[in-house]
């Protein structure tokens, strides 16, 4: 909603874009898909915060594709990114729980930031990731492209 996860996708996605003979979709959950699950051979699954769990669209994206890419994908590579204001792990664990399920193998620990918005007036304020946060994002979106070019993933 304001702008912090989605520039940690796109650290992500930089990191990862550079590594030769890897290629990179950045989705936002509503456009994505079914499709797009069983196509692709890891993920990088990003989401905000919100009222103590992963947004409402991230929530639409695995109901619509969970069954369909059940049992499909198994063993394939994940990592989640959480943009949080003040805490960020319920919806890490979320992703975990549907990431389990779907037989997933994590590449790291989920990567929380926190904005440190606490107030109505912060929340909704557009956010400005920090850099040093950015650089962890596009390194981990590297690490995950590596491991798949190599064959570790
Ligand atoms: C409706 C709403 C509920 C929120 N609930 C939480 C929460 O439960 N835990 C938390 O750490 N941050 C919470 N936040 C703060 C957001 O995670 C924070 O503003 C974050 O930067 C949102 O990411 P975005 O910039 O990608 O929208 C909430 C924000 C909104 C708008």
Do not use: I, P
């Given at each position: 909603m304001t702008g912090g996860t989605l520039q940690m996708?796109?650290?992500a996605a930089a990191?990862?874009?550079g590594e030769a003979g890897v290629a990179?979709?950045?989705l936002r959950a509503a456009e994505a898909g079914a499709e797009d699950v069983l196509k692709a051979d890891g993920y990088i699954f990003a989401t905000p915060e919100n009222l103590a769990g992963m947004s409402g669209m991230m929530k639409d994206f695995f109901d619509r594709t969970y069954y369909a890419a059940f049992e499909r994908i198994n063993g394939r590579a994940f990592l989640t990114l959480v943009c949080a204001g003040s805490d960020g792990r319920n919806a890490a664990q979320q992703i975990d729980r549907i990431a389990a399920g779907w037989r997933l193998k994590p590449i790291a620990d989920p990567y929380i930031v926190c904005t440190?918005?606490?107030?109505p007036e912060q929340i909704l304020k557009p956010k400005m990731i920090e850099a040093v946060?950015?650089?962890r994002c596009e390194e981990l979106g590297k690490t995950m492209a590596s491991g798949l070019a190599m064959g570790i993933f």
């Open positions: 996708a796109r650290a990191g990862a874009g990179v979709s950045l440190h918005a606490q107030t946060f950015l650089a």
